[in-house]
């Protein structure tokens, strides 16, 4: 019977933490139609969920729209001139934009492949992220072709160190970055595929 009951919970945990994770969504995101002015709430014949989530999805589109105009492109420099005049907002603003450019934008560098670098001490090793170059002023006392990494704490991915390392000291690995993720996610429960660990990165 506890054989039953384990694969039972193996199923089901899953499947229960899935929709909670998808019903937290829609609920956040549906509380976006109290932007709106409470007589055009009033329009609507009741409450259907996840319409919250449409009207932030079609907001999300029509700003990239606008913004890819010459008009939107105008509107967009002055809006971000106003926001930078602001004193801690403009510290704030231009910190989330400086990451959210890295990691969304098609000529950001974001995270380029996953790697093995010995973290927290020599002996131990960690997964980590290329990002890129360290930038000439953080490469100036260094030697040169040093690369910038970022090693992700478990189980929480968003929080981790960023090192710079010589090439010599970065291990490359044949893994996706999603399947380098869900290593780290997991806790190293959940091992990613065949990897070649035996070539160092090169510039």
């Given amino acids: ?5 384990l694969t039972g919970l193996l199923i089901l945990v899953p499947l ?14 549906d509380q976006t139609l ?11 014949p009741f409450n259907i969920p996840g319409t919250g989530m449409l009207f932030t999805l079609l907001t999300i589109f029509v700003v990239g729209v606008l913004a890819r105009n010459f008009v939107g492109r105008r509107l967009l420099h002055w809006w971000e001139a106003l926001l930078q005049r602001i004193p ?8 989330v934009k400086q990451v959210s450019d890295t990691l969304f934008s098609p000529s950001g ?13 020599d002996g131990m090793w960690s997964i980590a992220f ?10 100036k006392p260094l030697a040169p072709n040093y690369v910038t990494v970022y090693v992700p704490t478990a189980p929480n991915p968003t929080s981790g160190y960023v090192l710079i390392l010589p ?14 993720l869900k290593f780290v996610v997991s806790m190293g429960v959940v091992i990613p595929g065949p990897s070649r660990p035996n070539r160092v990165i090169t510039k």
């Fill in 1 to 5: 019977m506890k054989k039953y009951f």
């Fill in 16 to 29: 229960a933490i899935t929709l909670w994770v998808l019903s937290l969504i829609v609920t956040t995101m």
């Fill in 34 to 44: 109290l932007l709106l002015p409470a007589s055009v709430r009033q329009e609507f």
């Fill in 88 to 95: 801690i907002v403009s510290n704030i603003y231009t910190s």
């Fill in 109 to 121: 560098q974001a995270f380029r492949k996953a790697v093995l670098v010995q973290f927290p001490r």
């Fill in 130 to 139: 290329v990002v890129g170059d360290p930038g000439e002023q953080l490469e």
């Fill in 167 to 180: 090439p010599s000291e970065i291990v490359d690995l044949d893994i996706s970055i999603d399947q380098a």
